[in-house]
């Protein structure tokens, strides 16, 4: 059966890129002559994100695969910010990349079943079901157990769409409880194997062609070592792969993610590729074209380390 990580996989193949371009636009850090143009209202503001938006996907849909907005982003400004996340969605899509909306949502029965039919699944409407955000795969928050997983499996399955569930995440802090000790089965693990373990369960039904599952799951390229132990503990997941370039990530660090095939991993970068501009020979009106540069150059870099490995799946 075709699934989502199906889908994924034939979006690298053609693209020849394991980058996904995250998509975390702060109004601040934006062009002047964005700015100038539409003015400081929320109104204003959402439009202005909305552009932004589209001149860097134009910019980069040829170099990978998929998107990330990070809702959070959208939301800071009200209902004009979710107008121009929604609006982002669908533009991606039509660029014919995969949308993956990093939103670390969730909660228990109903309400995660809410969620889930809200970002990944249907509404009803009396007879009609109704896609509302319809992104391809969204980040899922595992730590209410299996009540807050199986309304988004079930959406998964029907829909082939996919989710990533938090295991490392990239941030120094996630060691606080992540790299807990605790007793599970009668056996001494880290709470992320824990995790990690539940994660190729949950994802044991939804297995497609190419041999990964539409479940996939979130480890920071800021911890290799833990990356590789939780290779080999979910050998059928994707890897969505955050902390690359500003948080510090680098090409080697995020070797550990890939499987010998060569697939398995989707590294995500954000700051370092829509605010390339502040940080380059390029002019503020030049901002798509250093995102492009900039896509072009982490390309390259993981390029490189796959050979090195000699698992360069091109």
């Not at 997941?237 to 890939?258: H, M, R, S, W």
């Not at 700051?271 to 020979?281: D, E, Q, V």
């Amino acid at each position: 059966m075709k699934n989502f990580a199906d889908n994924l996989i034939e979006a690298i193949k053609k693209k020849k890129s394991h980058v996904v371009v995250g998509l975390d636009p702060d109004y601040d850090k934006l062009p002047q002559s964005l700015k100038k143009v539409y003015g400081v209202s929320l109104k204003s503001v959402g439009a202005a994100i909305t552009e932004f938006n589209y001149h860097i996907i134009n910019a980069v849909y040829d170099l990978v695969p998929a998107i990330k907005p990070q809702i959070a982003f959208y939301e800071r400004y009200g209902i004009e910010g979710i107008k121009a996340f929604i609006r982002t969605v669908r533009y991606g899509k039509k660029k014919g990349l995969i949308v993956i909306e990093d939103a670390k949502r969730n909660d228990i029965g109903s309400t995660a079943t809410a969620y889930s039919e809200a970002h990944i699944g249907r509404v009803k409407l009396n007879a009609r079901e109704v896609p509302i955000y319809d992104v391809d795969a969204i980040t899922i928050n595992p730590y209410l157990g299996a009540d807050g997983i199986i309304p988004f499996l079930h959406d998964v399955n029907r829909y082939h769409k996919g989710i990533f569930v938090l295991v490392k995440t990239s941030n120094p802090s996630s060691s606080d409880l992540q790299d807990l000790d605790i007793i599970y089965k009668h056996n001494r693990y880290k709470l992320y194997e824990v995790v990690a373990r539940l994660v190729d369960e949950w994802g044991s039904h939804s297995e497609g062609n190419s041999g990964y599952t539409s479940v996939g799951a979130v480890v920071g390229a800021t911890f290799p070592k833990e990356a590789e132990i939780l290779r080999k503990l979910m050998p059928r997941t994707y890897f969505l792969v955050p902390g690359y370039g500003a948080q510090g990530g680098k090409p080697e660090d995020v070797i550990n993610c890939f499987n010998q095939d060569g697939y398995g991993a989707l590294i995500a970068a954000s700051r370092s590729i829509n605010y390339a501009f502040l940080n380059s020979k390029y002019k503020e009106s030049e901002f798509a074209e250093a995102a492009r540069y900039a896509t072009i150059k982490m390309n390259q870099e993981i390029e490189e380390v796959l050979k090195e490995k000699n698992i360069l799946p091109w």
